[in-house]
């Protein structure tokens, strides 16, 4: 045993060194842009509370809403959208819905709106097929407007994501630069006021918003499927079809852009809220399907280093985002369990066993260098956000583990999911939420919801 005492404390090594140099280093990176950027972390709420801007003159923004049986929620987003992001035009994309999405779309949206609808067998073949169904609109659109492909974004939305006032706006300014081709809002999880929800806001807009912000200092922030915004032209030059069929078509879309020389970023200007999940098995179930996506984009390493478009930097970022499910989740939660075990029986050695004395010690001083980090996540949960004290905020550091754990299960259903070459989902389920009036304060749009 003390051999494979040996191999675990070489990997526990690895593990700590790579987190560190990758993980660490880029959140420390985005708490200091973020903070540059805007003053402080906890103003970066202020644009929820600011009244929506109109685009600037040139520019035009299109909203691709992918829809599959939405009736729950789509309502609210495009009540939201039309009074909240002056200007912009939204193309829902009817997914072959068998539910009541389609007559509401009519009945809410106005000149503004479009509605495509795809039936079988063309339709339910992935959110990304639907994308690409959308963005023919869109190019139709500006070909027969004549737009400037260069001036004209395509935001991605999910059906129950909501933009803060002014959102497509403000993102413009980040397209100034003829050189950026994406931009990926940050997320905030609505119904905070549930455990299993303020857990997923704090993942979201603690940990992932800092990370994310980190990145933009190479250029190769990872695009999301909700709050995403990518330049035509840039869209235009990853060919026809630019959403891949893969899980995570998002993700695969931001590897898309960096490899043909775009800058994707993010801004601290605006943030996207959108539904989370309270049922354990469903949650799990979103997480391997993202893992499954993550750890199957390993084959686009290849491609990344033999494009010169991409600099160092950014192949050096995302060559680590790639394969930070097989450097640091996994060998993680081998390293974790099988300290807790020989440490529970008290027949660690080395590293595995720092102090003489009985097991509980050492397990305490094991597991003291996590608890540190969650800490910190909490504190830094607590910097970003104005509805929770505090105290309430250390005392959620040791939830924090519950992210850690539900990382560990994921990645491991993942990678035995791709070994048997598994590929069909099941779409998450909406909740249903209160309608939203043109009378509700943009902060009550953005907090309402209680998802079940």
């Known amino acids: 045993m003390a051999a494979l005492d040996r191999i675990i404390q070489y990997v526990a090594v690895l593990v700590a060194v790579f987190t560190g140099v990758y993980n660490i280093s880029l959140l420390v990176l985005g708490v200091v842009l973020a903070r540059r950027a805007d ?19 040139g520019w035009s923004v299109f909203v691709l809403v992918p829809c599959l049986n939405e009736e729950r929620v789509i309502a609210n987003t495009l009540r939201c959208l039309l009074d909240g992001q002056p200007g912009v035009r939204v193309v829902v994309v009817d997914d072959g819905s068998d539910d009541g999405t389609a007559r509401i779309v009519h009945a809410v949206g106005g000149d ?11 339709a ?36 129950d994501g909501r933009m803060t006032p002014g959102a497509a706006s403000r993102v413009t300014e980040r397209f100034a630069d003829p050189a950026v081709g994406g931009a990926q809002l940050t997320v905030r999880i609505r119904g905070r006021h549930r455990w299993a929800l303020r857990l997923q806001d704090l993942e979201f807009w603690a940990l992932s918003a800092l990370t994310q912000y980190g990145r933009t200092a190479t250029g190769t922030v990872s695009m999301g499927g909700n709050g995403q915004f990518s330049r035509l032209s840039a869209l235009d030059s990853v060919g026809p079809r630019p959403w891949s069929d893969s899980l995570t078509e998002d993700l695969d879309l931001g590897i898309s852009l960096a490899a ?44 990344l280093w ?37 440490v529970l029986c008290g027949a660690g050695t080395g590293l595995l066993s720092p102090v003489s004395g009985p097991p509980w010690l050492n397990l305490l001083l094991l597991q003291s260098l996590p608890f540190t980090a969650f800490l910190a996540s909490a504190l830094l949960y607590w910097r970003r956000t104005d509805d929770l004290p505090a ?31 598994r590929g069909h989902w099941a779409k998450t389920e909406r909740a249903v939420e209160a309608p939203v009036t043109n009378e509700v304060p943009a902060t009550a749009r953005e907090t309402s919801g209680d998802p079940p």
């Open 39 to 57: 003053g402080s972390l906890r103003g970066q709420l202020r644009p929820a509370n600011e009244r929506p801007a109109a685009l600037p003159a």
């Open 112 to 122: 503004r709106v479009a509605l495509v609808r795809r039936t079988p067998p063309a």
């Open 124 to 159: 339910r073949q992935g959110k990304g097929a639907a994308l690409n169904a959308g963005l023919r609109t869109v190019r139709e659109r500006a070909g027969k407007e004549r737009l400037d492909a260069g001036r004209v974004l395509v935001c991605v939305l999910d059906a």
């Open 260 to 303: 043909r020389g775009w800058t994707v970023t993010s801004t601290t200007t605006a943030f996207v809220s959108q539904q989370g999940l309270t049922s354990p098995r469903r949650l799990l179930r979103q997480r391997t399907r993202w893992y499954h996506g993550h750890m199957s984009a390993i084959g686009r390493l290849p491609e």
């Open 306 to 342: 033999a494009r010169t478009a991409v600099g160092l930097p950014g192949r050096l970022e995302l060559t680590g985002y790639l394969l930070s499910p097989y450097l640091a989740t996994l060998p993680a939660s081998v390293v974790q369990h099988y300290t807790l075990l020989r």
């Open 391 to 421: 105290w309430k905020a250390v005392c959620w550091a040791p939830a924090v583990m519950v992210c850690m754990y539900l990382g560990f299960a994921a990645g491991w259903r993942a990678l035995w999911q791709i070994s048997t070459r």
